[in-house]
């Protein structure tokens, strides 16, 4: 059979009639194949009740350029995996979420459909930005500050590499935030993602004394009341951080623990006499000790009770649109213990009754594909599938410290079709909905600076950043990458953001990424379309971006390089240049002198 560019299917809206169909009801799934691949017969396997079974497709549509297959059958399960079966003189193809494959799959990369409600939909027209509350900015406000918080000027580097880690104050808050709320507008920016702000032990604040207030160092409640009501007037909307794996050494709960052994919160944690004080803590910290799930009033104080944590903050006055969970393959998980799915879907489950249009992602690092199924979390940290692969195409002489992810090696060196393999991986072995629900980042509070990856090379930093606003996902920009904010290491990337002295910004950059910003920002086929590469080299990568209502051309090269794309075979011409260099018919051409980004807008031919 053809490449499997020619045999396409993937699971956004042109290809299934319904995405959150109830169970029971009829669905009509289509795939499509180029006119040069006639084909006897096609079939859909789908699972029913665990049970693999056939239905034959017949065709529904014959186009210039390809054809269209189709067939109609009802989901009976909340999560339905499935495939095609392509038949073709005695021979046959399945096609599955990871390709086209003329031999005998299993159904680990089959597609899936969700017989669940829709997830939230304003997250698809999101592009978010990523706050760091201690180094965004500061009102000039000074606030009483715990006695081991060292105070630093708002210009100094983080030192990030003594004693001080995580206990110097550069004094960010809430009212320095809604006073910079017109540069997240410009930017075009409609959603912010808060790293934790509760108050705590350390200015990271993934240590929390209590779940129950904003810090007094970043304003406290009052602070966010009003900042959330200027970001209700600017469509702004606005997520909290929370750890489920952990608290702080500080926090009531493990305060009571150890004071009265007979204590109800005794449960809420693991107790070690060999460790020397006593209670498990997440890597062996003191600082956090960690959460036993054992205990069913943690739980209901957690997220499953009317008045539990997860629920607060999603109600007025608070009124969050979501939670980013801290560490959550992590949750629930020790030694013979493994309570994460039931922790996980008690989330959901909270959020859901409580507010079912609030976002649910989680840092998922590692990816975990069960905790995708579309049962728990909308979607993760897309880590695996975007980041990491991104920074191995486009990483060039980097200026970053501590290794790839914490592994002892440099950045690795990948090819064009090596970036493909490595998302495909990954979108192969997770429902659809999933993938677009989850977060796209190039880098954030916890890694290394994208514009230290790429050797501080502005020009390979905005390649990246067309990836991350053209691709399957909600984009975040972590705060100060649009203005070529530096860092080699997690710590040092916690920079403040120098307002008063301009001169410091790459201001040419942030233009450039104000208008990829209003390109995606724009779009319906960025915002819901599907994802099809259609060529890609070693240092070329361009794919489509289809929807019902638009179709976008996103061609990317990371070197100087000549080539030529023919839209033909696609039935394409292009209709507009979004961003890039001029483009007409159905031909893009294109000589780059240097890394350079092309987003067209395409018409049939």
Same mark, same amino acid.
């Given at each position: ?9 993937? !699971? ?58 189709? +067939? ?31 031999? /005998? ?14 997830? &939230? ?75 934790? =702000? ?17 810090? &007094?160092? #970043? ?15 600017? !469509? ?86 979501? %939670? ?67 920074? !191995? ?7 970053? /410290? ?59 930093? #905005? ?10 996902? +909600?984009?975040?920009?972590? $705060? ?24 410091? %910004?790459?201001?040419?950059? =942030? ?6 910003? $209003? ?13 099809? =590469? ?8 361009? =794919?489509?971006?289809?929807?019902? $209502? ?10 100087? +390089? ?39 807008? #395409?018409?049939?031919?």
């Amino acid at each position: 059979m053809k490449n499997p560019l020619f045999a396409h299917h993937d !699971g956004s809206e042109i290809y299934i009639s319904n995405s959150a169909p109830a169970i029971r009801e009829e669905v009509n799934f289509r795939f499509r194949i180029s006119n040069d691949v006639t084909l006897d017969r096609a079939m859909l396997r789908v699972y029913h009740d665990g049970e693999p079974r056939l239905f034959e497709m017949s065709i529904a549509d014959v186009g210039p350029v390809e054809t269209w297959w189709s +067939v109609s059958v009802p989901v009976l399960n909340p999560v339905t995996p499935y495939r095609f079966l392509l038949i073709k003189d005695g021979n046959y193809s399945w096609l599955n979420a990871a390709g086209l494959f003329p031999y /005998e799959v299993t159904s680990t990369n089959d597609f899936k459909i969700l017989a669940r409600p829709s997830f &939230p939909k304003w997250i698809n027209r999101s592009v978010f930005y990523q706050i760091f509350p201690d180094r965004f900015a500061s009102s000039g406000k000074k606030y009483k500050a715990p006695e081991n918080f060292i105070r630093r000027n708002w210009d100094d580097l983080p030192k990030g590499k003594d004693p001080t880690t995580g206990v110097e104050l550069f004094g960010g808050d809430l009212p320095g935030v809604e006073q910079h709320l017109d540069h997240i507008v410009e930017l075009g920016i409609n959603g912010i993602y808060f790293t934790p =702000f509760f108050a705590a032990n350390s200015t990271h604040r993934y240590d929390a004394s209590s779940f129950d207030e904003v810090d &007094p160092l #970043l304003g406290g409640d009052k602070a966010m009341f009003s900042l959330k009501r200027k970001t209700k007037e600017l !469509g702004i909307a606005v997520m909290g951080d929370l750890t489920t794996n952990h608290c702080g050494r500080l926090h009531p709960w493990l305060i009571k623990a150890l004071k009265d052994k007979k204590s109800k919160e005794r449960a809420f944690f693991y107790w070690d006499k060999s460790i020397p004080h006593g209670y498990v803590g997440w890597w062996g910290l003191a600082s956090l000790p960690k959460f036993n799930f054992s205990s069913e009033l943690l739980k209901r104080r957690l997220y499953a009770g009317k008045d539990s944590i997860v629920r607060k903050w999603l109600q007025a006055p608070y009124s969050m649109s979501g %939670w980013r969970i801290d560490v959550g393959n992590m949750t629930g998980r020790y030694f013979e213990d493994d309570f994460n799915a039931e922790v996980v879907h008690g989330i959901r489950q909270a959020m859901d009754e409580t507010n079912p249009d609030a976002w649910l992602v989680a840092e998922n690092a590692d990816h975990f594909p069960a905790d995708l199924n579309g049962m728990g979390w909308h979607g993760t940290m897309n880590y695996n599938g975007f980041m990491r692969p991104i920074w !191995g195409w486009l990483n060039k002489d980097p200026q970053v /410290e501590y290794g790839f992810f914490g592994q002892p090696t440099d950045i690795p060196k990948v090819t064009g079709p090596q970036l493909v393999s490595a998302m495909t991986q990954f979108n192969a072995g997770i429902p659809w909905r999933n993938l677009v629900a989850s977060m796209l980042l190039l880098d954030s509070h916890d890694t290394a600076r994208f514009r230290n990856v790429v050797g501080k090379d502005p020009v390979r930093h #905005l390649v990246g950043m067309a990836l991350l606003l053209t691709y399957p996902g +909600v984009p975040s920009i972590f $705060a100060g990458d649009e203005i070529g904010l530096e860092g080699a290491w997690g710590e040092d990337a916690r920079r403040t953001i120098p307002w008063d002295k301009r001169e410091r %910004w790459d201001n040419k950059f =942030f233009e450039e990424v104000k208008a990829l910003v $209003a390109v995606r920002r724009s779009s319906k086929a960025l915002a819901l379309g599907g994802l099809r =590469f259609i060529y890609v080299t070693d240092d070329v990568v361009a =794919f489509l971006r289809e929807s019902h $209502a638009e179709t976008i051309l996103v061609a990317l090269s990371r070197n100087p +390089v000549q080539f030529n794309i023919s839209l033909a075979p696609f039935g394409y011409e292009v209709e507009k240049v979004l961003y890039g260099s001029g483009q007409i018919g159905a031909h893009i051409s294109r000589n780059d002198t240097e890394p350079a980004v092309g987003i067209y807008q #395409l018409s049939r031919s």
